[in-house]
């Protein structure tokens, strides 16, 4: 299993657009990939599970791959929350 952690630093939290991004990137693996926040655990495939969460800014989660490419998932995962601008580090 391959982790990556990070605090959510956007004012408006884990809003539509950033969610959108990182649904569309885990949806290119096959491995199974969860988003953690607060103690619920949800697919990272599925908007509606993202946007369920309710991810505020300041928030610390975990996306967490398991499966046959997810080391790649993790990495190109990590990139996309970087590239939003969601958080300004992640960390391993």
Known sequence: ???VAFTV???????ARPATILVN?????????NLVYNGRSVN???IMGVMS???PTKANVEVCAEGA???DAIDAI???ILDQKVTDKVDR
């Open 78 to 80: 990590a990139q996309a």
């Open 44 to 46: 990272l495939k599925s």
């Open 25 to 33: 990137q885990a949806s290119k693996f096959a491995s199974n990939i």
């Open 9 to 15: 630093i956007d004012p408006v939290g884990l809003h």
């Open 69 to 71: 490419d997810e080391k």
């Open 1 to 3: 299993m391959e982790k």
């Open 53 to 55: 969460l309710g991810v």
